[in-house]
């Protein structure tokens, strides 16, 4: 009786992950509509996205066990975004003259 058990307890969880990504889909439309400025609201756009994302990985492809592996890839991931950042933040600072600069 334990294998049946084990199977509602994955069910279980599959509907929980399921229900959060349903609200977090709903609060990202909902947040659509409010005035926010460009800044704020892709962060919070970010944010939701990688709230989702993360949920997805973990649990519908079973990364949540793989935990070497994935601070492996964080790793690769955090070195290449914060390299890209400082290639960005190098490059709004190196302007020529008489450019302006659209934001």
């Known amino acids: 009786m334990s294998g049946a058990h084990d199977i509602k307890e994955e069910i279980r969880k599959y509907w929980k992950v399921f229900t959060a990504l ?4 709903v609060v990202t439309v909902a947040i659509s509509y409010l005035k926010f400025g460009l800044a704020a609201a ?6 939701i996205a ?3 994302g993360s ?3 973990c649990f519908f ?8 592996l994935v601070y492996v890839i964080l790793g690769f991931v955090v070195f290449f975004f914060l390299s890209l950042m400082l290639l960005i933040y190098a490059s709004y600072f190196n302007v020529p ?3 302006k600069i659209v934001s």
């Open 22 to 25: 349903l609200i977090l889909t």
């Open 42 to 47: 892709i962060i919070v756009a970010l944010t």
């Open 50 to 52: 990688l709230v989702k």
């Open 55 to 57: 949920l997805v990985a």
């Open 61 to 68: 492809m079973h990364l949540i066990s793989e935990r070497k």
């Open 97 to 99: 003259p008489g450019v």
